[in-house]
């Protein structure tokens, strides 16, 4: 044997730690996202969403005076609550399902686990990519519309907005986004269907849960779960900044958002949810057999 195919031979006997094996199963997934034409066209969408509705920030207001902060965070969060969910997050919601629905769907799911040697790194490298490119996606819509939201008021002679007070407001945006891919990509795992997973995804957020909600309700001593429901907790968690309101806003907003629960609260039930279906999908995509 040369000394090429020996030293290659003994390359090949190698063992590949978890690491490096999640780091190729993420670059793997990265390179599969990105090399898709949708990705660019939705993420595209979101941009120029996010400019236009930052550009809406100065409209109605007399020269002088500043968009309220809710009304910026409202910006920001593409009206994620009157929505019942951010705009953003439907626009995401076919790259969330995409890589594991379109897997079983095509046949291409043994592939991709021969490739990746491990099924369970593969789920986790799909998880880590969709929760990265939910959580850029929030953070660069957030800075596009803040950017065109300033340019706009400084053009117009009107008042910057208490930007500190937005904070909080996007922090629970981006959580929000950064748990969406990941709970999408699981229900895909868990139900094996494109459509089945976007129905359930679109649906029960918001269909769903408010049925679910008057029914726990009318029962005597469960009517304080309808505010723990999973996606109430998620639209608490994003409305940080409701608490600059009038009482009577409030109210309005309490309504729309269907919990009662503290920000804190609502951000610690969301990501409780996110991880439990997670590990449901993980179960589900490591346990069973591709059709």
Request: hydrophobic letters at 55%.
């Amino acid at each position: 044997m040369s000394p090429t195919a020996a030293a290659l031979d003994a390359g090949a006997r190698v063992p590949v730690t978890r690491t490096t094996a999640l780091q190729r199963a993420i670059r793997y997934e990265w390179r599969h996202l990105t090399a898709l034409r949708s990705t660019w066209i939705l993420l595209g969408a979101v941009a120029a969403l996010s400019l236009l509705a930052g550009l809406t920030a100065s409209i109605g207001l007399t020269p002088g005076a500043a968009p309220s902060t809710w009304s910026v965070v409202t910006a920001f969060q593409m009206d994620a609550i009157s929505m019942q969910l951010p705009f953003s997050a439907l626009l995401l919601l076919p790259l969330a399902t995409g890589p594991v629905a379109t897997e079983f769907s095509r046949g291409t799911a043994r592939t991709t686990w021969l490739t990746l040697a491990s099924r369970r790194t593969a789920f986790v490298a799909k998880l880590m990519v969709g929760g990265s490119l939910g959580a850029l996606s929030a953070l660069g819509g957030t800075a596009l519309a803040a950017l065109s939201a300033s340019t706009a008021l400084a053009l117009s002679g009107k008042a910057q907005p208490a930007w500190a007070q937005t904070l909080p407001g996007v922090l629970g945006y981006t959580i929000f986004m950064t748990c969406w891919p990941v709970i999408a990509a699981s229900v895909s795992a868990l139900v094996r269907s494109r459509i089945a997973a976007t129905l359930l995804l679109v649906l029960w957020p918001l269909l769903g849960e408010r049925l679910a909600g008057i029914l726990l309700r009318l029962v005597p001593g469960l009517d304080a779960l309808a505010g723990w429901l999973p996606f109430a907790a998620g639209r608490a968690a994003m409305a940080a900044s409701a608490d600059t309101l009038p009482e009577a806003d409030q109210a309005l907003v309490e309504a729309f958002v269907g919990s009662n629960l503290s920000t804190g609260t609502g951000t610690a039930v969301f990501i409780g949810f996110t991880v439990v279906i997670a590990a449901l999908g993980a179960w589900s995509y490591i346990k069973k057999d591709a059709r």
